[in-house]
């Protein structure tokens, strides 16, 4: 029997309705091993490969024939947005074999949660928030509600795989199927997995079954793709003046899974338009107001203020041209209605209405035909770049990025470091990673969680009540995403916690949750393990905007959803903005941080430098500025040493290496090698470059730095004297020395940078 006829003939009629003629390699592997199997699955293909249905459909049909008796499917989503794409087209499938499906997170209707606690079946969706929720306030209900559980899916894994949110998440995965005693096979989904049989092992964790990753014919993907370069004034790299600017709607064919590239007059789209947005706009946006013209598409930033500015600009533009609004907003700080609006509007095939967003829109939410993607700067991760170019290209048609990579100009007496287009370099080393490499950012799953502990060890507390601290001990360090951490830590943690009243003792010598500790459980912001600022509701009239963080006092003016307004009221009991719309661009606040670059990424960056190579994507400003950088590279000998002199007694280093063995590299300096090297004026530009001044020669620098390297180095001494790196949202309650651990052994790469200086 094929797949098809052993599917349920609901989900054969679905197939029929929606015109496949046949079903994908990925819909067979998953098939394969969801009903000739019974382990667990990770599954990794391209973006709109079918993913979901690939798991979904062996899925229902196995519940279509043996319905469970409580929920039977557990359906873990990163983002809200997501789980509400993909209910409504679970809805449409499940309605005619009365597979119930639920949706329970924070924008959920409370009447669908009360029915499926008063009758448990199907499908929950839910994020891992709003799943700690249910396992603190629904304790009791937990052994009803899950005690059949068939599969648990967590979709977009690759989101779970780097940080505290994922070990958290399966965390609750383990705590769930002890408390209602079952044993569901776990389902994994992802289009870009770095390690897959690393993934597989975190999938499994504290699972009894093993996981299996199918191989299977996964197509040609192909990409169109374009990369130009603007300086925030003219003149642009290569012209002596800003006369004539005209830009070229242009895009190169790439066929990334063949690892060829190929370049044709048919294979190409160039087209000339004239420059037509308002004189003095920036080059950069002024490009992609253009090209953004008459088509639906998405505007990538890198940071919620960014994408306040970029979409202020694009609004203004449209006023200054008499164009009507064409330019809509999504990032985590608006309301949910703004956001649902603009992903609504994207699903329209005849919009021509183009979304300035974040990673928000990052992940697999189907946002119907989009003509193309704009990336503005880099991405952080090759992951990110696959995931936001898998935005278009669905419905067969090619995916489709152009990156615009923006900088000033450097000052007439610019030192060297900052003559190089560090995005522009940044941009072609994460593409050309993937396409030679098939590259994708490994799972990060080694570090010393001690804020998830602590988050976990109060959580627990707070569901289940009193119990002594071996029973508590033997409850938490169980869970997988512990592995590293010691009876010892976790005494210390509840020493600690007992000394500052997040935990009391009983008259029988048990714990409960203590009366500070209940001060920050019993609020909702508890359920997030991601640090999260102190905000502020922004409210028009009736409707709410979003939320920011430091408000302006009364007349002082705010940017969010893409406009400015101004402050008519702060009310900070409720911590509530009340304001009215003006014209006019300001920065946005929200309080964002930068993501981490994995060394890989810094060392293609080097070679990008280095070779004479020709990357067929990149637009005519972005390869002279390259020859520029490459000539500058060369001029300084960087290829053969990562030290430069700037003159008199100032240096930069070029260590080529990721975010968190940078870091351990300039503490090393600092730290260990300051006094032998005369070190002064550290300046680190993380993760590209560390400018310095030192009394020593360059010989004597490599010597001195390679000796200590070779030395065994405590990572608690690359912790600065008094410093408490807090880095994680609860490390405020951890005990200072645990603190200092989690950031040495946890954060710190040392063996990275260990390696990289042996190579000097």
């Known amino acids: 029997m094929n797949v098809y006829e052993r599917y349920a003939p609901f989900i054969r009629e679905y197939i029929y309705n929606s015109g496949w003629q046949v079903l994908r390699g990925v819909q067979n592997a998953a098939a394969d091993v969801i009903f000739n199997t019974d382990e667990n699955l990770l599954l990794t293909a391209s973006t709109a490969s079918g993913k979901t249905e690939a798991a979904l459909f062996p899925i229902l049909t196995l519940l279509d024939e043996n319905p469970s008796s409580s929920v039977g499917v557990l359906y873990i989503a990163p983002l809200k947005a997501l789980i509400n794409d993909q209910f409504l087209r679970l809805n449409y499938i499940c309605e005619e074999a009365d597979i119930k499906v639920t949706r329970w997170h924070g924008d959920a209707t409370q009447t669908g949660k009360r029915k499926l606690l008063k009758k448990p079946s199907g499908i929950l969706q839910i994020t891992p928030e709003s799943l700690e929720s249910l396992m603190i306030n629904k304790h009791m209900e937990i052994m009803s509600l899950f005690y059949d559980l068939r599969f648990i899916v967590v979709d977009e894994i690759h989101s779970l795989l780097r940080g505290d949110r994922g070990l958290q998440t399966f965390c609750l995965i383990e705590r769930l199927c002890k408390m209602a005693g079952c044993d569901p096979r776990r389902i994994g989904l992802s289009a870009t997995i770095g390690n897959p049989k690393l993934a597989g092992d975190f999938l499994g964790c504290g699972s009894k079954r093993k996981t299996l990753i199918p191989e299977f014919d996964r197509g040609k993907e192909t990409w169109r793709l374009s990369m130009e370069h603007f300086f925030n004034t003219d003149p642009q790299a290569g012209e002596d003046a800003k006369d004539n600017i005209s830009f070229q709607d242009e895009t190169t064919l790439l066929y990334p899974d063949s690892r060829k590239v190929t370049e044709s007059g048919e294979e190409n789209i160039k087209k000339s338009n004239k420059y037509s947005a308002p004189r003095g706009a920036n080059p950069g946006l002024a490009y992609i107001f253009e090209n953004t013209r008459g088509r639906k598409c998405l505007v990538f930033t890198n940071s919620r203020e960014e994408c306040e500015a970029v979409c202020q600009h694009m609004r203004q533009y449209c006023e200054a041209m008499h164009e009507p609004d064409r330019f809509l907003i999504h990032h985590g700080n608006l309301s949910a209605s703004y956001r649902e609006s603009a992903e609504e509007e994207m699903k329209d095939d005849d919009s021509l209405i183009s979304i300035c967003a974040t990673a928000t829109l990052e992940l697999g939410i189907d946002i119907g035909r989009l003509e193309r993607a704009f990336q503005i700067d880099a991405p952080f991760t090759v992951s990110g770049f696959l995931q936001r170019l898998g935005r278009t290209g669905r419905r067969d048609t090619p995916s489709e990025m152009w990156f615009v990579m923006r900088e000033d100009h450097p000052e007439p007496r610019a030192m060297m470091p900052e003559m190089i287009p560090w995005y522009l370099i940044q941009g072609i080393a994460l593409v050309q990673l993937y396409i030679e490499e098939r590259f994708v950012e490994p799972p990060r799953l080694d570090r010393l969680p001690y804020s998830l502990l602590y988050h976990q060890t109060m959580s627990t507390l707070a569901s289940i009540g009193e119990m002594t601290a071996a029973e508590l001990a033997s409850r938490v360090l ?259 020395e645990l603190v200092k651990k989690g950031f040495a052994y946890g954060v710190l790469d040392i063996e990275g940078m260990k390696n990289r200086v042996k190579e000097w």
């Not at 905007?545 to 307004?565: F, Y």
């Not at 500025?625 to 000998?637: P, Q, S, V």
């Not at 930069?652 to 290496?657: E, G, I, N, S, V």
Request: a neutral charge; charged letters at 30%.
């Open 478 to 736: 169980s869970l997988s995403a512990f592995k590293r951490i010691s009876q010892d830590d976790f005494r210390a943690l509840l020493l600690h916690l007992i000394d500052i009243d997040h935990i009391n003792r009983t008259e029988n010598a048990g714990l409960i949750v203590g009366i500070s500790g209940e001060r920050v459980v019993n609020n909702y912001k508890f359920y997030a393990v991601f640090v999260e600022n102190i905000e502020y509701s922004v409210r028009t009239e009736s409707q709410e905007l979003g939320t920011i963080v430091r408000p302006p006092d009364n007349g002082g003016k705010i940017a969010i959803a893409g406009r400015v307004w101004v402050v008519e009221e702060v009310d900070h009991k409720r911590r509530a903005v009340y304001v009215s719309p003006v014209k006019g661009n300001i920065p946005a606040y929200f309080g964002d941080v930068a993501g981490d670059i994995h060394t890989r990424i810094l060392e293609r960056m080097k070679t990008v430098l280095s070779e004479n190579k020709e990357y067929i994507y990149l637009m005519s400003h972005a390869k002279k500025r390259l020859l520029e950088a490459r000539e500058c590279f060369k001029k300084a000998n960087l290829y053969d040493k990562p030290l430069i002199h700037l003159g008199g007694n100032m240096w930069a280093l070029f260590p080529w290496l990721g975010s968190f063995a940078f870091l351990a590299l300039e503490r090393f300096l600092r730290l260990h090698c300051a006094k032998e090297l005369g070190l002064k004026g550290v300046n680190p530009y993380r993760p590209y470059f560390i400018q310095f001044t030192m009394n020593v020669s360059e010989k004597e620098f490599y010597k001195t730095v390679k000796e200590k390297a070779l030395e065994d180095i405590d990572p608690i001494s690359l912790v600065y004297e008094k410093e408490v790196p807090v880095f994680e949202k609860y490390d405020e309650f951890i005990p200072e």
